[in-house]
């Protein structure tokens, strides 16, 4: 036998199959996934679902609502806004977008394969202000929601604009970005036009990573259908604010009573053991929201909803007031950053805005330090239940390229807005 037939004999197979496999991602796949599956993925918070795209497609087309937010949508409790749908048989679903670290800029380029899904439709994103720290976006929780699929998405329809430009920036900072993106990046960085070979390579890996998309984003999802329906039963047979709350408060009775702070029980135990608890003791007397580049990031959420004529409740959630006395962290401080990010709203023409930063020393409204629970889900569904069943219309904002700037990220004294002179949802 000829050393080439040996040879042949030994990577042939190998090679075949290399070439079998990158047909496979190459040529374009279809799928649907079924209802149930849809269901799962909305509440599962999965990181694949959030990097992906057809799941996410899929679902928006079928009624469901995109929460965008962080680690409080991963705060399950019988008033989550996942088991109240469940239970009173709403008309919309929410589809949980985010977890523990994903900012302004992971929402970003996550929403860059939904456009055309969302658009003229509905969302709701919860804002936390603690985002907003001097360096914004942790480049190791972002590696967690990185997509180099939406990343594909971006540049291949990226213009020669300030957002797009302060985009490519801002994800070439992030050093996940690696390889023929990165160097696309520059491109549009700087301002310059994609070449016909970066071209070439991001159609080609985007349609591989959209195969991979479709075959593998239904795998591994958190499952909590059963712990939602479970949690479901706890609450009234009728919708009733005042019957809800009554129910909110028995339930964070039973799950606060270890400690004076008003913080769930197990995440007291686990989380702040009297070591921790006591080093964090007046930790953030020097914390600062106000001057951040997350500003930046949150812009280009914004001018994504806006390029979609979304239609957004944002929602400013508390923090704890007791915890907030206890290390230190300054009231005054954390209005300044509330009222800068309700300025850059409204002052674009995003006047759907709910303001529950003045809650935080409400008995049973937090569920621990810093996340909405019990009460203040309550809250929260008094504002989406009404911003559900308005008409939907068609928004057109008015964006500026100010709120990029280094001047307005570090801009301090920013008047507060008068939400009631706006077309703005209160909650009671």
């Known amino acids: 036998m000829s050393n080439k037939r040996r040879l042949w004999q030994i990577f042939g197979p190998v090679i075949c199959a290399f070439i079998l496999l ?4 190459l040529i374009p796949w279809e799928r649907t996934f079924s209802k149930q599956t849809i269901y799962e993925a909305a509440v599962s918070q999965n990181t694949t679902v959030f990097k992906g795209s057809t799941m996410k497609q899929e679902a928006f087309n079928d009624g469901y609502v995109p929460f965008y937010g962080s680690s409080e949508l991963s705060r399950f409790d019988p008033l989550h806004p996942s088991v109240i749908t469940e239970k009173y048989h709403r008309n919309y679903r929410p589809f949980l977008l985010g977890g523990p670290g994903s900012q302004s800029l992971a929402q970003f380029l996550g929403m860059q394969g939904t456009a055309k899904q969302l658009k003229n439709k509905k969302a709701v994103v919860i804002i936390s202000p603690q985002w907003f720290t001097k360096k914004g976006q942790d480049p190791n929780a972002f590696a967690l929601y990185y997509s180099p699929l939406q990343a594909c998405n971006f540049l291949l329809s990226a213009k020669n604009n300030k957002t797009d430009r302060y985009a490519a920036k801002r994800l070439l900072e992030m050093p996940d970005v690696k390889g023929e993106i990165k160097n696309s990046l520059q491109q549009i960085a700087e301002g310059k036009k994609l070449t016909t070979f970066q071209k070439f390579y991001l159609n080609n890996r985007r349609r591989m990573l959209s195969n991979e998309d479709n075959f593998f984003s239904a795998f591994q999802l958190r499952d909590r259908v ?5 949690k479901a039963k706890v609450l009234p047979s009728a919708y009733s604010v005042k019957a809800l709350n009554k129910v909110a408060a028995e339930q964070a009775a039973m799950h606060t009573n270890s400690n004076n702070l008003g913080i769930d029980n197990t ?4 989380r702040l053991p009297k070591k921790v608890l006591k080093r964090l003791k007046g930790s953030q007397r020097h914390f600062d929201y106000v001057h951040s580049v997350e500003y ?7 001018e994504q909803f806006a390029k979609q004529h979304t239609n957004v409740l944002f929602i400013i959630p508390p923090i704890n007031g007791k915890w907030m006395k206890y290390t230190g962290l300054s009231e005054k401080m954390y209005q300044e950053s509330v009222a800068k990010i309700e300025h850059q709203l409204v002052n674009q023409g995003f006047e759907n805005v709910v303001d529950l930063s003045k809650r935080g020393n409400e008995k049973y409204f937090m569920e621990d330090t810093i996340h909405l629970g019990w009460k203040g889900w309550v809250a929260v569904d008094q504002a989406v239940k009404p911003f559900m069943e308005l008409p939907n219309r068609r928004y057109n904002y008015y964006m500026s390229n100010y709120y990029y700037s280094k001047k307005w990220q570090n801009k301090d004294d920013v008047k507060s807005v008068d939400l009631t002179n706006k077309n703005s949802l209160k909650a009671k």
């Open 267 to 270: 995440f007291y135990r686990t």
């Open 226 to 230: 059963n712990k939602i329906q479970k």
């Open 296 to 302: 930046g990031d949150f812009q280009l959420m914004l």
């Open 22 to 25: 990158l047909v496979v991602f």
